[in-house]
């Protein structure tokens, strides 16, 4: 057995260092005990044996290994060490194993590194800086409890943020200290060492109080975004059950003057609308608003132009879709770009999206099988899909499938019979209805799935066309029909 000591929790080059030694001797997994420090380990009453000689030649790995096992060894897991090098034998001896989802250690650590990735952003997010006064000038002081070994990973985030400021950052693991031009750490602090609040939080409350829309009010979304543990650190929250005892008062205040909006209430878009669109894109890659992105392996946005006229809002990403990060790229996808064509709708004039950011599905075996998003789900979701249609405004957008018009209209409507058809979105913008293209991939004879591809193709060109003919009155008309059908 072997004996590894490493200088701390998150000492990754310590990792590597030896890892790759290790590897190099033809070292296996099971005859390698890791430890911080002198913390004590497994080899309890056995003694550590000498390396033997490396025997083989230096070896390489992807640099996305690299990436991963860097953010999966700040996971609190004491087998966080041992699982890596496992993987890195692995990887070494078959790189394409990266690429298979389905194998058990990949996805484990994937998850450690997820949840790691998940821990830096809480932090980013919710740690709070309480101002005191040291030697007649102000110092910014915070307390945090982070769940993985994340706090030298994120100091530069705070650097750079906060470069003006004399802070420091208290946690039971360590503390940093900045003062304007360095960066030192320190022992692990105890929560009485911080300050418990300062007279900016008056202020800060009441700004919160009044950005609170209670017409936007989801409880479980927001405590999976917010769990309480995090309260107890954040002035603002002290707010929250009293703002969420008072929503439906001034939701209903809200209903009360909807007559006095005009129905249609289209803004501007914002001037650069890439800009808006990179920086929502970054905002959703960490989106955790339901459960599905623990089990995605990313969340897989939209695309196109951002001057596109027509907006194609489909269900979720499929099994590729999910690997690569774009949508419709697989199957369906490449019946929706045959369809394209021979409508004569180029795609690289369409932004093109989902309704749900996640994949969703079922694994059986290696086997990553579709399985439709709830409506809790694609309620969630809908607020990404709400962001892009305000920042690109589409001058039509054209929804495939049931769950592409739940999201856009918050009703339950089937397409069926209605495809082809339109109707007015809430905010004034014509919506134009089809079937999903992987509707047709189960049409169960020949017959059916060329029949529907051809309706399909006119619904394509349909939407074309109704780009310069849909009128008001006669949207509105569907509108009143289809919604008296849900």
Same mark, same amino acid.
Request: one cysteine or more.
């Given at each position: 057995?072997?004996?590894?000591?490493? &200088? %701390? $929790?998150? /000492?990754?080059? =310590?990792?590597?260092? *030896? #890892?790759?030694?290790? +590897?190099?001797?033809?070292?296996?997994?099971?005859?390698?005990?890791?430890?911080?420090? &002198? %913390? $004590?380990? /497994?080899?309890? =009453?056995?003694?550590? *044996? #000498?390396?033997?000689? +490396?025997?083989?030649?230096?070896?390489?790995?992807?640099?996305?290994?690299?990436?991963?096992?860097?953010?999966?060894?700040?996971?609190?897991?004491?087998?966080?060490?041992?699982?890596?090098?496992?993987?890195?034998?692995?990887?070494?001896?078959?790189?394409?194993?990266?690429?298979?989802?389905?194998?058990?250690?990949?996805?484990?650590?994937?998850?450690?590194?997820?949840?790691?990735?998940?821990?830096?952003?809480?932090?980013?997010?919710?740690?709070?800086?309480?101002?005191?006064?040291?030697?007649?000038?102000?110092?910014?002081?915070?307390?945090?409890?982070?769940?993985?070994?994340?706090?030298?990973?994120?100091?530069?985030?705070?650097?750079?943020?906060?470069?003006?400021?004399?802070?420091?950052?208290?946690?039971?693991?360590?503390?940093?200290?900045?003062?304007?031009?360095?960066?030192?750490?320190?022992?692990?602090?105890?929560?009485?060492?911080?300050?418990?609040?300062?007279?900016?939080?008056?202020?800060?409350?009441?700004?919160?109080?009044?950005?609170?829309?209670?017409?936007?009010?989801?409880?479980?979304?927001?405590?999976?975004?917010?769990?309480?543990?995090?309260?107890?650190?954040?002035?603002?929250?002290?707010?929250?059950?009293?703002?969420?005892?008072?929503?439906?008062?001034?939701?209903?205040?809200?209903?009360?003057?909807?007559?006095?909006?005009?129905?249609?209430?289209?803004?501007?878009?914002?001037?650069?609308?890439?800009?808006?669109?990179?920086?929502?894109?970054?905002?959703?890659?960490?989106?955790?608003?339901?459960?599905?992105?623990?089990?995605?392996?990313?969340?897989?946005?939209?695309?196109?132009?951002?001057?596109?006229?027509?907006?194609?809002?489909?269900?979720?990403?499929?099994?590729?879709?999910?690997?690569?990060?774009?949508?419709?790229?697989?199957?369906?996808?490449?019946?929706?770009?045959?369809?394209?064509?021979?409508?004569?709708?180029?795609?690289?004039?369409?932004?093109?999206?989902?309704?749900?950011?996640?994949?969703?599905?079922?694994?059986?075996?290696?086997?990553?099988?579709?399985?439709?998003?709830?409506?809790?789900?694609?309620?969630?979701?809908?607020?990404?899909?709400?962001?892009?249609?305000?920042?690109?405004?589409?001058?039509?957008?054209?929804?495939?499938?049931?769950?592409?018009?739940?999201?856009?209209?918050?009703?339950?409507?089937?397409?069926?019979?209605?495809?082809?058809?339109?109707?007015?979105?809430?905010?004034?913008?014509?919506?134009?209805?089809?079937?999903?293209?992987?509707?047709?991939?189960?049409?169960?004879?020949?017959?059916?799935?060329?029949?529907?591809?051809?309706?399909?193709?006119?619904?394509?060109?349909?939407?074309?066309?109704?780009?310069?003919?849909?009128?008001?009155?006669?949207?509105?008309?569907?509108?009143?029909?289809?919604?008296?059908?849900?």
């Amino acid at each position: 057995m072997h004996r590894v000591c490493l &200088d %701390a $929790p998150d /000492d990754f080059e =310590g990792w590597r260092t *030896q #890892a790759r030694r290790l +590897a190099q001797a033809g070292v296996p997994p099971e005859a390698v005990v890791w430890q911080v420090g &002198d %913390a $004590p380990g /497994d080899l309890f =009453g056995v003694e550590a *044996q #000498a390396l033997p000689p +490396a025997r083989g030649r230096p070896f390489t790995v992807p640099k996305p290994f690299v990436t991963l096992a860097e953010q999966a060894l700040l996971h609190s897991d004491p087998q966080r060490f041992a699982l890596l090098y496992a993987l890195l034998l692995k990887v070494a001896a078959n790189p394409a194993l990266l690429g298979d989802r389905a194998d058990p250690l990949l996805r484990r650590v994937e998850t450690m590194a997820s949840t790691v990735r998940r821990d830096i952003h809480k932090m980013h997010a919710f740690l709070r800086f309480r101002e005191v006064e040291e030697g007649g000038q102000p110092r910014f002081i915070a307390w945090y409890e982070p769940e993985h070994h994340i706090l030298r990973a994120n100091a530069g985030f705070f650097v750079d943020r906060f470069a003006a400021m004399r802070w420091s950052i208290l946690t039971p693991q360590g503390t940093l200290h900045w003062d304007g031009e360095t960066l030192t750490e320190g022992p692990p602090a105890r929560r009485e060492e911080a300050p418990k609040g300062d007279p900016v939080e008056a202020a800060w409350q009441t700004y919160y109080s009044a950005i609170f829309n209670p017409a936007r009010l989801m409880t479980g979304a927001m405590l999976k975004e917010m769990p309480r543990k995090y309260w107890k650190n954040m002035p603002e929250t002290a707010l929250v059950p009293g703002l969420i005892a008072d929503a439906r008062r001034r939701e209903l205040a809200m209903i009360a003057q909807a007559p006095q909006v005009p129905r249609v209430t289209r803004h501007a878009p914002p001037q650069d609308r890439g800009a808006a669109l990179r920086l929502l894109r970054e905002e959703a890659a960490e989106c955790q608003r339901c459960g599905l992105c623990s089990q995605a392996t990313q969340t897989v946005f939209g695309e196109g132009p951002e001057d596109a006229a027509i907006m194609v809002v489909g269900e979720q990403p499929g099994d590729q879709e999910d690997l690569a990060g774009r949508p419709f790229i697989g199957p369906a996808g490449a019946l929706f770009d045959r369809a394209l064509a021979q409508a004569g709708v180029p795609r690289d004039r369409l932004y093109v999206t989902n309704a749900v950011k996640h994949f969703k599905f079922e694994q059986r075996g290696k086997h990553r099988l579709h399985a439709r998003p709830n409506v809790g789900e694609i309620d969630a979701c809908r607020w990404w899909l709400d962001q892009e249609r305000a920042i690109l405004r589409p001058r039509l957008v054209l929804a495939m499938g049931k769950t592409a018009l739940r999201a856009l209209t918050g009703q339950n409507i089937s397409i069926g019979q209605e495809a082809g058809q339109g109707l007015m979105l809430a905010d004034g913008t014509p919506c134009r209805l089809t079937v999903h293209p992987s509707h047709l991939l189960r049409l169960p004879s020949q017959a059916e799935a060329e029949q529907g591809f051809k309706r399909y193709v006119e619904d394509l060109r349909g939407a074309l066309v109704g780009l310069d003919q849909d009128s008001a009155e006669g949207l509105e008309a569907a509108t009143d029909h289809l919604q008296g059908m849900s």
